[in-house]
C-alpha cells in the first residue's frame, strides 16, 4: 500500500520542501508555500517490468510532419517551418503567456476563428468567461451571421478532465485552454493554480495532444516579474513558449518564441491592436519610422535585426539644459545603463558637453531594442539635438565601444540593403570612420 508524505511546495517557483518556510529559500517569496499530499508508491521488481529495446536511429523510419498554418503570416514565422511548410506541428503543446490586456485571448480566438473558417474543427476551453462573453468578442472580430455555419465549440469549465473527454468525443484539429492556471482536477487536493494542480493539467493535455496528433495552445498569466506563473516545469514541458509582449497605448504588439522545439526561436511576429482585434503589420518600416522631411533635429534612424528580418526604427532624442543637481537620464525602447555609458562616451571621446543636460530617449512605435548596432544612431540623435542640425535623414548602423571605437555589426550588408530599399541612400557604419569623434564631426552639418 503507497504511504503518503508531505511536501511544501512554493506557489512562485515550484521549490519542494520537507518543512515549511516564511521565505523561499529559492525565489526568496515569502509565504508562498503550501501543503501538498504526495504518494510514495514503492518501485516495483526489474522482474516485472516491461523491458523496451532501444533502437538504432539508422532503423527508426522518419516522418515528415505537414504543419497547419494559422493563417497569420507573422504568427507563423514565430512558429517557424520551411518555405510553404509553416505553423503549427500536430501534437505539439504550445505556451502562449503575455501581460494582463495585452490580447491572448483576442489573438487565440481570431486563430480560432480563422481555422474554422477554414473547415477546420476547434475547441475553445475557458475558464475565465462564459459562453455568451466568449461570443460577445468574437462578434467584434467577425459577423453574428458567419459565427454560425463555423465548426467552433466553446466550452466554458475549469475542470480539465471534463474538457479533455469533450474534446476527445468532439475530435477537434486544435484545442485552445484559456487559462491553464484556471484548470482544476479532482482527482487533486489544492486550488486552481497550484503547483499540483498546473503539472497534472499540463501532463494531462500533453498526454492528449501527443496521443491524438492534436496541437493544443495554452494560454498562460505572468507574474509580476513577467515571468510564466506557475512552476518552471510548465515551460519544460510544452514544446512551443510564446510571449506577446506590447505597448498598450501605441497598440504595437510583438510575439516572440522563448522556446521552440520545432523552429527558431530569434523569429518575432509584429502585429497593431485595432478595435476588431489584432491586425499583422505588413508595413513596419513606415510604422517605426516617423514621416517628416528630415530637418528637425536630434533624430537618427537605424536597423535593428529582429531574427531574420531587418527593421527601420528612428531613435529620437532631446537634449535641454538642467536644473538639477543630477541632470534626468530618461530612455524609452532602450536601456538606461547603455544610454548612460553612451553619454559618457560622446563627453569624453566626442566633446559633446552632455554632463549638465537632460537627455531623453525614445524609440519611435515603442519598440524595444537590446542589440548594440543602435549605438551610433543614438549618439548621433544626441549629438544633432544638443548642436540643434539635422542628420538629414540619416542612417547610423554600428556598436560604440568604450574607446569610442566604432565597431562592424553582424548583417551589415543584409540591413544597407533595407534602408537603401525604402530609399535612404546615407548610413553611417564602420566602414566610414573609426571613431565616434570623426562621425560626429562629420555627420553633424
Known amino acids: 500500500m503507497a504511504k503518503t508524505t508531505t511536501l511544501f511546495v512554493c506557489n512562485e517557483c515550484g521549490y519542494e520542501s520537507g518543512k515549511w518556510y516564511g521565505k523561499c529559500p ?198 509580476k516579474e513577467g515571468m510564466v506563473a506557475g512552476p518552471m516545469m510548465l515551460s519544460h514541458m510544452v514544446d512551443t513558449v510564446l510571449y506577446l509582449e506590447g505597448e498598450l497605448l501605441t497598440g504595437t504588439r510583438i510575439l516572440r518564441a522563448f522556446k521552440n522545439r520545432f523552429g527558431d526561436t530569434s523569429e518575432v511576429g509584429i502585429f497593431l491592436m485595432e478595435e476588431n482585434g489584432l491586425v499583422e503589420l505588413s508595413d513596419a518600416a513606415s510604422f517605426f519610422v516617423d514621416k517628416k522631411d528630415g530637418t528637425v533635429p536630434g533624430s537618427c534612424i537605424t536597423v535593428v535585426m529582429e531574427g531574420s528580418r531587418p527593421l527601420l526604427v528612428e531613435i529620437q532624442a532631446l537634449v535641454v539644459p538642467s536644473n538639477l543637481a543630477y541632470p534626468r537620464r530618461v530612455a524609452n525602447g532602450i536601456a538606461e545603463k547603455r544610454l548612460e555609458l553612451l553619454l559618457a562616451v560622446l563627453q569624453k571621446h566626442a566633446r559633446v558637453p552632455v554632463d549638465r543636460m537632460d537627455i531623453f530617449v525614445n524609440v519611435v512605435g515603442g519598440l524595444k531594442i537590446q542589440e548594440p548596432a543602435v549605438d551610433l544612431a543614438v549618439c548621433l540623435a544626441i549629438a544633432s539635438s544638443h548642436r540643434g542640425k539635422s542628420l538629414k535623414s540619416t542612417v547610423a548602423i554600428a556598436e560604440v565601444g568604450l574607446l569610442g571605437e566604432i565597431k562592424h555589426v553582424v548583417n551589415l550588408e543584409k540591413r544597407i540593403k533595407e534602408a537603401q530599399k525604402f530609399g535612404f541612400k546615407r548610413v553611417v557604419s564602420a566602414k566610414d570612420g573609426q571613431f565616434l569623434n570623426s562621425i560626429v564631426q562629420k555627420n553633424i552639418i
Not at 460577445?136 to 465549440?153: C, D, H, Q, V, Y
Open 26 to 223: 529559492e525565489c526568496g517569496a515569502w509565504n508562498s508555500f503550501t501543503q501538498v499530499a504526495q504518494a510514495d508508491v514503492k518501485a516495483t521488481r526489474s522482474s516485472s517490468r516491461t523491458v523496451i529495446a532501444p533502437q538504432n536511429i539508422g532503423k527508426i523510419q522518419s516522418v515528415a510532419e505537414k504543419r497547419t498554418s494559422t493563417g497569420y503570416a507573422e504568427f507563423d514565422r514565430v512558429l517557424g517551418g520551411r518555405e510553404d511548410n509553416v505553423g503549427m506541428v500536430p501534437g505539439a503543446v504550445m505556451l502562449l503567456s503575455g501581460d494582463p490586456g495585452v490580447g491572448k485571448s483576442t489573438i487565440m480566438l481570431q486563430l480560432a476563428l480563422h481555422l474554422a473558417t477554414l473547415g477546420k474543427t476547434v475547441v475553445y476551453v475557458t475558464g475565465e468567461e462564459s459562453e455568451s462573453q466568449v461570443k460577445m468578442r468574437a462578434e467584434r472580430i467577425t459577423s453574428a451571421k458567419a459565427l454560425g455555419a463555423l465548426p467552433l465549440f466553446i466550452l466554458a469549465t475549469t475542470d480539465i478532465d471534463a474538457a479533455i473527454e469533450s474534446a476527445t468525443q468532439v475530435n477537434p484539429d486544435l484545442v485552445i485552454i484559456d487559462s491553464v492556471q484556471t484548470m482544476v482536477s479532482q482527482e487533486l487536493t489544492g486550488f486552481a493554480g497550484s503547483i499540483p494542480q498546473i503539472r497534472y493539467t499540463t501532463s494531462r493535455l500533453v498526454s492528449f495532444a501527443k496521443g491524438k496528433n492534436i496541437p493544443v495552445y495554452l494560454i498562460g498569466h505572468v507574474t
